[in-house]
């Protein structure tokens, strides 16, 4: 921890001066001069801040990383002297490469986000140049390369899902968004005062164009035509369930299933880092339950995933599944596992309150709406015959068999007790301790805790 002291006698006298020892025990000295108290000690604040992150190895906040960049040459010399800055001069000499390839080395993040950096990584290698200084990247550039992503039609790996061969306006969005994350980061590490890509303007990440309702009756015709009870299960999870697939589906093992209270315990990946969100509790329809009791009936004895076929198994989920419902006698639809969770939370959110279908979907009600929630035809047809949202409903009801509003809830002669020690069983056979869970889990109509807004996904 860094001190302040005030030079006593000698040709310095009242002059301040900050004393600190670095990583190595190494004693340091920095003479700020002649200056008020209160300035020192401000100085000093910051300059303790900065320390505590070198020996932490941590990148500066970005409020102390834009303090340092403010800094006169001749001051932030006397940092970089004493290590805890770099010199103006070597940072000038950072170049596009040294950032990009700095960033994705330092991103702790799942391949599929990574995988999702990569891209827009090559975009901006690929547009600006790998040996580009830092600081020449200016505003205009990044409007340029903005442009450039959203009118160029030479995709470089396959053939793009619009007409013209054009990225999606939601691909240009996500990709905009990880640019702007790049550059920030760099006004973090003290790399550049400001970021030119701030105030680039990103637009919407979601892609209406690839929404596409899975109907309860094509479900039906494609669960009839699945070559094994491990893919009616992939199939039935994610359209009766909402689930995600592959990833959430891969967990989940039968001590996740809650037979007697009518519920799946979900450990979602996606929102896994989110202090609450490491499970949630998804309610069982019955043509769900009936598939996750073939499958239970057919598993041998002993065995622990819920879709074994998911661990073992190398081969290409989509490739298998167009063939499926190709076979069911439809043509595949765009974004092909995430369409049947969008259905699933389109029919939910027909009967239930959307923050009680959040929940079951582990994303925020804004997230759905952007994202999941779609327009069906029956909604037109409702307010045309004069009905409302009621004939909507029971559209949906009566359409879908099954109905939002038969979804299985608990028994209200079951104790409030067995159903905590049920999930509690399911979340310590994981390793999950359940007592900060508990409060957050829905769990239908006589309920643990009140429901509190979840996180976005």
């Known amino acids: 921890m860094a001190s302040l002291s005030t030079i006593k006698s000698g040709g310095r006298a009242g002059a301040r001066r900050i004393l600190f020892l670095d990583a190595d025990g190494r004693r340091h000295s920095i003479y700020l001069g ?25 990148s500066l906040p970005r409020d102390l990383a834009a303090w340092v960049n403010s800094l006169a040459d001749a001051f932030h010399e006397k940092l970089a002297k004493v290590g805890l800055v770099e010199t103006r001069t070597s940072a000038a000499k950072r170049t596009v490469a040294d950032l990009l390839d700095t960033f994705l080395a330092r991103a702790h993040v799942k391949p ?17 140049g790998n040996t580009m200084p830092l600081e020449a990247v200016t505003t205009e550039r990044a409007d340029e390369w903005r442009s450039h992503i959203a009118t160029e039609t030479e995709g ?12 999606s306006p939601a691909t240009v969005a996500k990709r905009v968004f990880v640019a702007r ?18 105030g680039v303007k990103a637009g919407s990440q979601a892609n209406p164009d690839r929404a596409f309702y899975v109907t309860p009756e094509a479900t039906v015709a494609i669960l009839s035509k699945c070559p094994s009870i491990d893919w009616k299960l992939v199939v039935g999870l994610c359209r ?38 490491e499970v949630r509790v998804v309610p069982i329809c019955p043509e769900l339950k009936s598939i996750l009791e ?34 069911a006698g439809m043509s595949p639809w765009p974004r ?19 923050h009680v279908v959040a929940k079951w979907l582990g994303h925020s009600p804004a997230v759905a709406a952007q994202h999941y929630l779609q327009v069906r035809d029956q909604h037109f ?43 509690e069983s399911a979340l310590t056979s994981h390793g999950v301790a359940p007592g900060g869970i508990l409060n957050n889990l829905p769990v239908g109509d006589i309920g643990l805790e009140p429901m509190t807004p979840s996180l976005s996904s």
């Open 240 to 277: 009766y369930a909402g689930l995600r697939c592959p990833s959430e589906l891969v967990s989940l093992t039968w001590n996740d299933v809650l037979w007697d209270a009518g519920r799946l315990v979900v450990r979602p990946t996606k929102t896994a880092g989110h202090e609450g969100h």
């Open 381 to 423: 047809e409702a307010v045309i015959a004069g009905g409302g949202r009621h004939v909507a409903r029971q559209g949906a009801h009566d359409g879908a068999h099954e109905g939002a509003q038969q979804d299985p809830a608990l028994d209200r002669t079951a104790s409030l007790e067995s159903l905590e020690v049920a999930i």
């Open 336 to 354: 092909l596992f995430q369409n049947l969770r969008a259905s699933r939370a389109t029919d939910w959110a027909e009967a239930y309150p959307a």
């Open 112 to 128: 599929s986000t990574r995988k999702a950096y990569k891209q827009t990584i090559d975009s901006l290698r690929s547009y600006l």
């Open 181 to 198: 994350a790049v550059f920030r980061r760099a006004v973090r590490w003290g790399w550049l005062s400001k970021s030119p890509f701030d």
């Open 294 to 327: 073939q499958a239970f009936e057919a598993a041998p004895d002993g065995s622990k995933a819920v879709v074994p076929m998911l661990r073992t198994s190398a081969a290409n989920l989509r490739t298998t599944f167009a063939k499926i419902i190709t076979r």
């Open 34 to 58: 002649r200056m008020p108290e209160d300035t020192a000690k401000h100085i000093l604040v910051r300059i303790d801040s900065i320390l505590a992150c070198r020996v932490a190895g941590e």
């Open 156 to 167: 470089t790996t396959k053939k793009r899902g619009t007409t013209d061969n054009r990225l």
